[in-house]
């Protein structure tokens, strides 16, 4: 979910796709990508601090699609699906406020990077002091539980299932379901769980638990945690999770041990007694007329079959849902107006030439290149600053004609010789 990489070695280990930020402290250079979103601080390059922004819908697409990944993840397919539909829809409005911001961050981290490049670069002041901070966080990263650069642990999800009337709201259960819940199944319930199952009118049963009660068994029941760790930040913490997680297994067996012991007679006792109320729920087929409860497993089939398709109570709200976000680059939707006017505020920042005054920024953009435009030469309102600062640092990485002082910091680093 997040990149962090400190002196080039990855403290959450590698990127990749399912990576919304990456965060780069004092790396040999500052990153040319384009797209996602990207910090650099720092750089062996002379850059303090650069940051990368996607500016085009299909870019902010692909950099938010993370978000809809993590949602299916743990909710499951179907929510997953929807938090991915509302991030595509609002990519091209994400993407112009990214580019306006762009364009009123740019010169000023630039001018920044342009005055204190020469003190953070290879050759700048502080060298000797980022040298040995890198070095040492190499061998920090190195000896962490899964450190190095190995790849993070794949989680499948959802964390937490549910099968409600004998629908999967949440997808089926994989080895990384942490807990399975089954409500008014029937027969016997779909979703389970590493650690724990349980089932409520279902199976011919009112309550039903199940727990591991071994070491072994409590943390395999865990193992789901250090998955999700680890795909979300990296090997290094699911290697720790997971180790934090066998280590309190034999502590949490004797625990789980015990609640099995009197929860299993309480429940057995009114699973005996209620038999005829529960058990009624597995007959009859897929709960027909037979059934005790069968009014009110036919409304829980009402409500939530068939979730994919139209056929069912929800479709209603899948059917606005299409019509907010659907089509969203053309203009018959239910967000046209609002896109209209963002566009009419923002419109024409990704083109001309210099942000003319075609858009309601104009003035922004006009005084920031006032401020700032032309920072190499001296007509601009920073002229004397930076007219001090390269007296301040003037030769101090060589330079051009920096005198036989070396600038104001020569006597202090030992001048030329």
Avoid: E
């Avoid at 590493?194 to 193992?223: E, I, R």
């Avoid at 299993?264 to 059934?291: D, E, F």
């Avoid at 309601?360 to 401020?371: H, Q």
């Amino acid at each position: 979910m997040a990149g962090v990489s400190l002196g080039g070695n990855p403290v959450l280990g590698p990127s990749g796709p399912g990576t919304l930020v990456d965060v780069n402290v004092l790396p040999d250079q500052a990153s040319t990508s384009t797209d996602g979103i990207v910090v650099d601080v720092l750089t062996g390059d002379g850059k303090v601090i650069q940051v990368t922004l996607p500016k085009t819908a299909a870019g902010t697409q692909a950099a938010l699609a993370p978000v809809g990944a993590l949602t299916g993840s743990l909710l499951g397919d179907q929510a997953g699906s929807a938090v991915t539909q509302l991030t595509d829809g609002l990519a091209p409005t994400v993407a112009a406020v990214t580019t306006v911001v762009d364009q009123v961050t740019a010169p000023v981290l630039g001018t920044v990077n342009g005055v204190l490049g020469p003190v953070v670069g290879q050759n700048g002041v502080l060298a000797p002091v980022t040298g040995q901070l890198g070095g040492l966080v190499d061998g920090l990263t190195g000896s962490l539980p899964g450190g190095g650069d190995g790849s993070a642990p794949t989680f499948n999800g959802p964390l937490l299932g549910v099968d409600a009337g004998g629908n999967l709201l949440t997808g089926p259960s994989t080895g990384d379901t942490l807990a399975g819940v089954n409500l008014l199944n029937n027969g016997n319930g779909a979703a389970t769980g590493q650690l724990v199952t349980a089932d409520v009118l279902s199976g011919g049963k009112v309550v039903g638990l199940d727990l591991p009660t071994t070491a072994d068994g409590v943390a395999a029941g865990l193992q789901p945690v250090g998955n999700l760790a680890g795909s979300l930040l990296g090997p290094q913490v699911g290697g720790a999770v997971n180790q934090l997680t066998d280590t309190v297994a034999p502590i949490l067996a004797p625990v789980t041990g015990a609640v099995d012991s009197l929860t299993s007679p309480a429940l057995g006792a009114v699973n005996s007694a209620l038999g005829g109320v529960a058990g009624g729920i597995g007959g009859g087929g897929t709960g027909g007329a037979g059934s005790v409860l069968a009014p009110v497993t036919g409304v829980v089939d009402g409500l939530l079959g068939g979730t994919t398709g139209g056929g069912n109570i929800l479709a209603p709200v899948t059917g606005v849902v299409d019509g907010v976000l659907g089509g969203t680059t053309g203009g018959g939707n239910i967000l046209a107006p609002v896109t209209g006017v963002v566009d009419g505020v923002l419109g024409g920042v990704t083109g001309g030439t210099g942000g003319g005054a075609g858009n309601i920024l104009a003035p922004v953009t006009g005084v920031v290149d006032g401020v700032l435009g032309g920072t190499t030469g001296g007509g601009n309102i920073l002229a004397p600053v930076t007219g001090v600062v390269d007296g301040v640092l003037g030769g101090v990485t060589g330079g051009t004609g920096g005198g036989s002082n070396g600038g104001l910091l020569g006597g202090l680093l030992g001048g030329k010789k």
